[in-house]
């Protein structure tokens, strides 16, 4: 009997020091992000921005996602998504923002509020070595590959008598440049630079095709984080994180 009692006393014991175990975990889980989470919908395809190292999401974006995220007293959760799907993902709050490179746009205004640009950028194209294509002029009648739903996929519509072949990943329109499908591909002129430094015989246009800036989408009626991110993305600049982190990934020439 008595051993019976000590049984059960052990075995109550040890299950509320597991009780116990559970809840300590939680609520320091809670005061980590007293702030609640802040999801960022991305696609992790776009080096130097954000690309996968093993299993984790890195880049400029992931990392300046983070000091906001530090700044706001939040833990950072970033969503893997295919670029067309980041706009939805902030709409539906599925997301509470959307940030990959993406380029402030009217269009995707009438859908989304941006944050304060936080990078500039362009557009460039990319070609074989031996190509006959000098200038984005040269463009017109040609097969030109894009990544789906982004800016170049636009542009790319609107030249003349080009075929334009989308695709879901930047890399795969470079590749399929590199097998002679498409005869160019218009993207942003860093992961250019990334592409065309890990496929040989291509190269990069010296006339960009359009000058865009970088901003964080941010569903239209969260004003609140509409203004912390900015307040956060201010203080950034100000106090210079922002261009070490940029520093760290892109090479100034
Ligand atoms: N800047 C371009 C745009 O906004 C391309 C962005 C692509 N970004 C990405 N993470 N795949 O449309």
Redesign the pocket.
Known sequence: MKKLIATVLIGVMALSMVACGSKKTESTEAAEAAGGTLVMA?????PP??YYEGENVIGIDAEIAQAIADKLGMELKIEDMA?DSIIVAVNSGKADMGM????VTEDRLENVNFSDTYAH?SQVVIVKEDSTIASPDDLSGKKVGV?L????DAYAGDIEGATVERYNK?FEAVQALSQDKIDAVII?GEPAKVFVEENEGLKILDEAFTE?D?AIAIAKDNDELLEKINGALAELKESGELDKIVDKYITAE
């Open positions: 991305t696609n992790a395809e776009f921005y954000e670029f990959a490179g993406m380029t950028a990544q739903g982004t800016t170049g930047g942003d865009e970088y």
